[in-house]
């Protein structure tokens, strides 16, 4: 039962910026859409989330389409570090999103 | 530290030995998930607590495997006789829940089982 679909991997130039799409074309209108990635062998980490504007914070922008049914995530300078697999999830509330099943991500390689 | 404590970070076991899993949420969380990671895999949901209740178990294997969040200490993942195929990382986060501003979880670092 995917909520969302991702591109399986991408590569980003270092200092360029990362582009992440996810596809959440069934969303509903009390959804969310949320951002995690994991760096290999860490916990996860919040990224950001959004549920009609844009947002933005100090680790990255949410692009969300007018019609909700896809999204990207905008690392604005990729490094190194960001190289991770980013999840993309859709929730109506955060208890809901704690209980997804976080599928398979985008693992982004940043390339020096 | 404010963060999400696990232990320990890595646990080996012997088929048929019990592991338990320990997770102290961040200060002034009481939800608490917990996820199973296998090899190569995504992370998958278990089980969804909070103080003294199970609030969703529908991620949690039948048999083996229990999970509390008691009133006191953190929270405790049980998996009673293990099989080489519990073999994975156990990941456990908080959130304050509804009502708060950060709807962000936190995860912790994880717990390595590994059955021998």
């Known amino acids: 039962d995917a909520k969302t679909t991702q591109p399986t991997s991408m590569d980003c130039a270092e200092g360029r910026a990362a582009n992440l799409p996810c596809n959440h074309s069934?969303?509903?209108?009390?959804?969310?859409v949320y951002w995690y990635r994991q760096i290999h062998s860490q916990g996860p980490q919040y990224i950001i989330h959004g549920l009609k504007n844009n947002e933005t914070n100090e680790m990255a922008s949410l692009i969300i389409t007018e019609d909700r049914k896809s999204s990207t995530l905008i690392l604005p300078h990729a490094t190194l570090r960001d190289t991770a697999v980013y999840y993309c999830?859709?929730?109506?509330?955060?208890?809901?999103?704690?209980?997804?099943?976080f599928g398979d991500g985008t693992t982004l390689t940043v390339k020096p | 530290n404010a963060g999400v404590m696990q232990n320990p970070r890595h646990l080996v076991r012997r088929r048929g030995q019990e592991a338990r899993l320990r997770c102290s949420p961040m200060k002034g969380h009481s939800h608490v998930y917990w996820y199973r990671q296998l090899p190569e895999e995504g992370l998958k949901f278990m089980v969804y607590?909070?103080?003294?209740?199970?609030?969703?178990e529908s991620g949690m294997p039948k048999e083996r495997f229990s999970a509390e969040f008691p009133k006191e200490g953190p929270s405790i993942l049980r998996i009673q006789q293990v099989v080489r195929g519990d073999s994975a990382a156990y990941f456990c986060?908080?959130?304050?829940?509804?009502?708060?501003?950060?709807?962000?979880?936190?995860f912790g670092s994880g717990t390595r089982l590994t059955v021998v």
């Open positions: 607590l909070q103080k003294e209740n199970i609030i969703d």
């Open positions: 986060a908080s959130s304050a829940g509804t009502g708060t501003a950060n709807y962000g979880y936190t």
């Open positions: 999830i859709v929730s109506e509330s955060p208890e809901d999103a704690g209980k997804s099943t």
């Open positions: 069934t969303i509903s209108g009390n959804e969310y």
